[in-house]
């Protein structure tokens, strides 16, 4: 018990004497006077000052209800300490006073406290024998309230491996369970925010729930981070000075704690007419992911692929990407170097193109702020695969419930009055590991004004239902179409699916038949008219890299990975 008390407990501090005198007896009797200082809720400090530099003494500190234990006895208490030493070390009495005895000023940094908590600190005369010379010493105090974690929080930020558009980070938080975000910013942002990183990452969280038009709550928990955490940040502005920084982050995009920022600069570039690029191609279902390795990651270039096909020279590519870019800054009110400095990439770059059967070059090239190549064309000539599965989804027993009927029979339907219950039994291939269906309002089964590729983003991308064995709508009546597709258990998808429905009052089946048991619940209501489609045309690479960049705004972090 008293090893336990000891160990929980007495949390013995190494006592240090500031200074020890030659050893030898004397009559003098021996005070020693205990000043408590910078009590906080977890730590304090102690300073022991004895009347005579030549008198060794014991002392320590432990909690009040810890002591009530040893009957409020300090010397009981160091009776304790003192034979746990003996049974442990093999020592004797004499020996483990020793050992845990002190001569001159001394000082205890205690830390590990309780809140809230009364302490004891003591000290007591101890001769070579082991036998006490004095009364107890002792001064009591309470350590303060407990305080709020996170505002506790620090970060220690070890950078390294700087390159031109590179660095290696890694941060390390006073308490692994406290949520944060730490990532690169340029001294340019630091010096515009006054060194306010808290300010600053508010600030552009608050930019980007903007964008997105959502809530700040909704975005941040993608940004929030706990424990040790370390990466390599890639696509850094060349030769320019950066921070790295990390604050506190809550779920509703405030920040806490005390921020941290280390600063490094990035190396200058080498000649852009000098940098080569190499291509690495992983061939899937998904498309073709293809990896850009430049030579000098401070280089800014730009990439894409083309149909060997519209490949005429490397003059033709570069005048090509000029004119798209001309076009692109001129719609967004920028000039040409802007307009470079946000869609060039800089470091290694993976991207997946989907894209039909047939014969591509990759490409890429540094790229001049004016938008034309500062160095040569580089490209690899690759193949795409046809990736084709034999596996089907289709609907069969097609029909439709008039909605105001189906209401005046049950107000569930209520919602459905105008319209109608569109309804069909799904039907699918044995291999058949997955399948999506959707319902569109309009004529969509024009295979090239909507291709088969569009049709797998649409409905995959949410605009679909996944596995379902009965189709249930609510609709407007109109021309309606039914897209769908199968994926087998390989992940490869089969062709697309496509029936159009003309969906009139008249071809409504009656609602005599209708089981309001049996029925599921519509999955959503369509409604009549042209549907907005925008997400099945393919967005300009310009615009897209574009808009990735501004819509990721400051986060190095969410650009580099």
Known sequence: MRKILFVLAFMAVAVASC???ETGGTAEKLSVDIEVSDVTSVSASVSY??????????????????????????????????SDIMTEEGLTRA?????????????????GLDPETAYVCYAVGIDDAGLYTTDSFVSEFVTAGASDPSEMLEFEISVSSVTAGSVSVSVIPSDNGLPYYWDVMTKEAYD????????YLSAALENLASEEGVPVSVIVPAFQITGKDEDSISGLPADTDMYVYAVGLNADGTCYGTPAAVSFRTAAPGDPAECTFEFSFVDSMDGMEITVTPSDDGVGYFNWVLPVSEYVSDEAIVESVYESLVS???????????LVSLIAMTGEYTDTYDLEEGEYYAYAYALSSAGKNAGPVFKERFTVDSYASDATV?????????????ADIDSRYDGLRGGAYFLADVVHSDNAYQWYLGLLPGDYTDEASFPDETVYDALMGGGGVLNRETLAFGVQYGTLTVLGFAIDANGVSGAVYRLRADVTEDGATPVSEFNLQSMPEPFAQIYAGEASLSYFGQEDVFGE???SHRSTGPFFRHLSN
């Open 49 to 82: 000052i004895p009347s005579s530099d030549a008198l060794p003494y014991i002392a320590g500190h432990v909690s009040k209800d810890v002591l009530d234990g040893s009957f409020s006895d300090i010397k009981h208490y160091i009776d304790g300490i003192l």
């Open 394 to 406: 289709g609907i069969e027993n097609v029909r439709w419930f008039d909605g105001n009927a189906l």
């Open 328 to 338: 692109v800054a001129t719609d967004n009110g920028m000039s040409m170097s802007q």
């Open 95 to 111: 020996e483990a006073a020793a050992s845990a005895s002190v001569r001159g000023d001394s000082r205890e940094d205690l830390s």
């Open 545 to 547: 890299r574009l808009m």
């Open 192 to 199: 515009e925010y006054n060194g306010d990183i808290g300010a």
């Open 19 to 21: 200074k020890k005198a």
